[in-house]
């Protein structure tokens, strides 16, 4: 891999988990968790209902979320983290220990 590839390539990673809320949103459904929209948008304050659909269709489009309906009455719907948006939660829990690590004084 070539610096100007590899460049690309964190910029396409990026690119899938940017935005306010995504990362939020991963956080919740790490470790199995299968939850309604209803807990989702209980569990991330601030997040409107209609950011948190738009989040939530990207994320599925991308392949890192499943959305499972159950047809019942009332309706419901739950969302859970595909094997390959599950793989990504070793590669932000590197990312939160390096920058535990940021030298003191650093801005």
Known sequence: M?????????EAALRLIEGRWKLVILFHLFGGHVLRFSDLERAIPGISQKMLIQQLRQMEADGMVRRIVHHQVPP???YCLTDWGQSLCPA?????????RKPAGAS
């Open 2 to 10: 070539t610096p100007s590839s590899a460049a690309k390539g964190v």
């Open 76 to 78: 419901k719907v739950e």
């Open 92 to 100: 932000l829990d590197s990312l939160l220990k390096w920058t535990a």
